[in-house]
C-alpha cells in the first residue's frame, strides 16, 4: 500500500530557497508517477510539477516554470521539489501524489489515486 509522506516545508522569506521531499513508507514493489500539487487558503488544489517512473520526462505548472524543480530520488518511489526565487503568492500547503503504471506526469488532480497529509509552505514578503 502507498503510503507517502512529506517533509521540508517552513516559513520562509520571499526569494528563499526550499526543498521539499516525499517518500512512500509503504515500500511499494512499483514505481510510480509522482507529483506535487498545492493548495493556498481560499482555494482550490493546483498542480505544481509532475514526473514519470523512470524521471526521464517532467510537467510543471507555468507558475513555476525556471524556479522549481522535480526530481527523484535514489530510494524508489521518493521524489524532491527544489523550490527557489520563493514568492508570497507560493505560500500554500503542498501535497504528493502517485500513481501506478507507465504514464505521461499529468496535471490532472483526478489521475492521482495516492496521496500524503501535505506540508505547509509559508512565503513572507
Do not use: H
Not at 523512470?54 to 523550490?83: C, E, H
Amino acid at each position: 500500500q502507498v503510503q507517502l509522506v512529506e517533509s521540508g516545508g517552513g516559513l520562509v522569506q520571499a526569494g528563499a530557497s526550499l526543498r521539499l521531499a516525499c517518500a512512500d513508507s509503504g515500500r511499494t514493489s512499483g514505481t510510480y508517477t509522482m507529483a506535487w500539487f498545492r493548495q493556498a487558503p481560499g482555494k482550490e488544489r493546483e498542480f505544481v510539477a509532475a514526473i514519470s517512473g523512470s524521471g526521464s520526462t517532467t510537467n510543471y505548472a507555468d507558475s513555476v516554470k525556471g524556479r522549481f524543480t522535480i526530481s527523484r530520488g535514489n530510494t524508489k518511489n521518493t521524489v524532491y521539489l527544489q523550490s527557489n526565487s520563493l514568492k508570497p503568492e507560493d505560500t500554500a500547503v503542498y501535497y504528493c501524489a502517485a500513481r501506478g503504471g507507465i504514464f505521461y506526469p499529468s496535471q490532472q488532480e483526478s489521475n492521482y489515486p495516492y496521496w500524503g497529509p501535505g506540508t505547509q509552505v509559508t512565503v513572507s514578503s
